[in-house]
């Protein structure tokens, strides 16, 4: 079953999609991370939104790098973050871009606690919706 299925177009298991490590066996451990980038009152289309995976805190060790993905028209963007571990409770680390003009994300945004469970056949979802303060 797919957590987001309003927002994603294509809720399958192809593992070719951006933000879905493609290496990742089936014994992994996933979550999803979703919801809207605003710049400040409207959608920020285009942006760049990608994650880092942090065992336990978020000063943790790294354990995964997930690739970028863009928000749609509307703002919203969709990652599957899948690891090669056991379940656990992480730290997601969320990068959002919008410049493009340095080699650091415009905003990196906190998310701990997240649980990541089995993959197949489960996994928990986490909306988190992001507003920038610049253009």
Aim: proline content about 8%; glycine content about 6%; some cysteine.
């Amino acid at each position: 079953m797919c957590a987001a299925a309003l927002l994603c177009a294509a809720c399958d298991n192809d593992r070719s999609r951006p933000g879905l490590e493609p290496s990742v066996a089936t014994d992994s451990a996933s979550t999803i991370v979703y919801g809207r980038v605003w710049h400040i009152d409207h959608p920020a289309v285009g942006v760049r939104v990608g994650a880092t995976v942090r065992r336990q805190d978020c000063t943790g060790s790294q354990i995964a790098r997930i690739p970028w993905t863009h928000t749609d028209e509307l703002g919203v963007y969709r990652l599957e973050l899948a690891v090669e571990s056991e379940p656990f409770r992480g730290c997601v680390l969320l990068d959002v871009d919008a410049t493009l003009d340095t080699l650091l994300p415009d905003t990196i945004v906190l998310l701990p606690d997240v649980r990541f469970r089995p993959f197949p056949p489960t996994r928990d979802s986490v909306r988190k919706d992001v507003t920038l303060l610049r253009p």
